[in-house]
Nanobody
Framework: QLVESGGGLVQAGGSLRLSCAAS????????VAWFRQAPGKEREWVTT????????YTADSMKGRFVVTKDNAKNTVWLQMNSLKPEDTAVYLC?????????????????WGRGTQVTVSA
């Protein structure tokens, strides 16, 4: 099970730190991604961190603003979001994948959290 937290309402230019906590499975066996979905839009990949946490991959539009980290001992992944914009408003979901390598395709992730709402006001 994955549970996201840390969402909320923030002004443009502000920051939020989201958490994705796992239970029942060791995240060391999984790469973890963050996706987001805004109303009326398709789900969008944000970033992926590998099983060891050594490598990360981030969508170009968020590179330099969003940073993903992982602590396998705490079984938790975090998404630090800085310089937030109103267009970052969405439900943010984390997902885990046991396969090797990394992917930005949501279809290849094994299980998902329910998401946390992030709202950025202008």
């Amino acid at each position: 099970q994955l549970v996201e937290s840390g969402g909320g309402l923030v002004q443009a230019g502000g920051s939020l730190r989201l958490s994705c906590a796992a239970s029942g499975r060791p995240l060391s066996d999984y790469s973890v991604a963050w996706f987001r979905q805004a109303p009326g839009k398709e789900r969008e990949w944000v970033t992926t961190i590998t099983k060891t946490g050594k490598d990360t991959y981030t969508a170009d539009s968020m590179k330099g603003r969003f940073v993903v980290t992982k602590d396998n001992a705490k079984n938790t992944v975090w998404l630090q979001m800085n310089s937030l914009k109103p267009e970052d408003t969405a439900v943010y979901l984390c997902a885990a994948r046991s396969g090797d390598g990394w992917t930005d395709s949501g279809l290849l992730y094994d299980f998902w959290g329910r998401g946390t709402q992030v709202t950025v006001s202008a």
